[in-house]
């Protein structure tokens, strides 16, 4: 199945496993809560045991320096595609007030990336990622 947008997670390789899959499944959240059409239905499974809804498309994950996550969110604000971003200093926060205080702190240019996630269309995603390899 072909879908006309596109999810893309793009992190910093150079993190610590756990940090790699807390910074991917924040950014996740944040493409799930700006655009809930892309929720499934709950899941059952033969038993009747209900679970939670999922996002009902491939979400494509590439890896990036630092760098080359500048030029990606830079790529996006200029296709006006709106991303989620997580930084370093959200690592040291506690809550949810405090992450969205450590990024209003730094302009946009001083923002030390560890990822960015974004969901647009297909051909305006691969223009945003162009150059970046999935994620190893």
């Not at 947008?5 to 756990?18: C, F, G, M, N, S």
């Not at 996002?55 to 996006?76: K, T």
């Amino acid at each position: 199945m072909q879908f006309d947008t596109k999810i893309a997670v793009v992190i910093r390789t150079d993190l610590e496993a756990w940090q790699k899959l807390n910074v991917a499944s924040f950014l996740t959240s944040g493409i799930a809560a700006r655009f809930p059409e892309c929720v499934g239905e709950p899941y059952e499974d033969g038993s009747g045991t209900k679970y939670l809804s999922l996002i009902g498309q491939p979400i494509l994950i590439y890896g990036a320096d630092g760098r080359a996550l500048s030029r990606a969110l830079e790529r996006a604000l200029a296709r006006n595609v709106t991303s989620a971003v997580y930084t370093e200093d959200m690592f040291r926060t506690t809550h949810d007030a405090a992450n969205r205080e450590a990024v209003r702190a730094v302009a946009r240019a001083d923002l030390n990336l560890v990822g960015i996630a974004m969901r647009a269309e297909r051909k305006v995603i691969d223009k945003i990622v162009d150059g970046l390899k999935f994620h190893g």
